[in-house]
């Protein structure tokens, strides 16, 4: 099944994706997603990444969800927001920057042998 994000409402403190499902056979179905704003603010999600993580939900759920609306839970938002936090820890491991030498550069700045 292939989800194509159809657009999104507001209704109270959900957020509510519109996605519509094409299957093997080309028959469509829509599928909404809803999400808690707060929640989603909670722990650290950004608004930007709220479409795809929906679609994500739709993905894992098989070759066809078994409600047409479903809600990212805030055990979905907590295992995204543990593994964006080990992927930020991940790329502040890098040691210390080396200091510069002495004789930087000096390849190219001090003149050939011989003139």
Known sequence: MTYILNGFSQE????????EGIDSERVRTTFLVRIHLALSRQYGIRIQDL???????LE???EEPASPTTTF???????????AAA????TQRTGPRKPAGANLGAAWRTPPQGE
């Open 12 to 19: 109270g403190e959900y957020r509510v994706f519109s996605f």
């Open 51 to 57: 479409p795809l993580l929906c679609k994500g939900v």
């Open 60 to 62: 894992r759920s098989g």
């Open 73 to 83: 839970t805030e055990r979905e938002m907590d295992e995204y927001a543990k593994v």
């Open 87 to 90: 992927r930020v820890a991940a």
